[in-house]
């Protein structure tokens, strides 16, 4: 499922227009990146949770010449499913 098909099946289960649901939408998923760009945890109970994990820097290698970078230190944003999902998914 894309945005585009989210949008179609929010404008037909809560009977509003495709504009309605695609800013509700929107201001989901501004508000879940936003949350995150702050480093606070994302969590819908029995879907999923949404998290950001910090790295440290490190020295890696640059594969075509092999030559050694210092790679900075990162935030990366993660997904984790919830238990219920799982079992939803696995019947």
Not at 3 to 20: D, G, P, R, T, V
Not at 26 to 49: H, Y
């Amino acid at each position: 499922m894309n945005k585009l098909e989210l949008i179609s099946a929010l404008k037909a289960e809560a009977n509003i227009s495709k504009f309605e649901a695609a800013k509700v939408v929107q201001i989901f998923f501004d508000s879940m990146a936003d949350a995150m760009a702050k480093g606070e945890r994302v969590e819908i109970r029995g879907l999923c949770s949404f998290f950001v994990k910090k790295y440290k820097s490190y020295t890696g290698r640059n594969p075509k010449s092999g030559e050694k970078v210092i790679i900075k230190p990162k935030k990366l944003p993660f997904f984790k499913s919830g238990k219920e999902l799982k079992e939803r998914v696995d019947h």
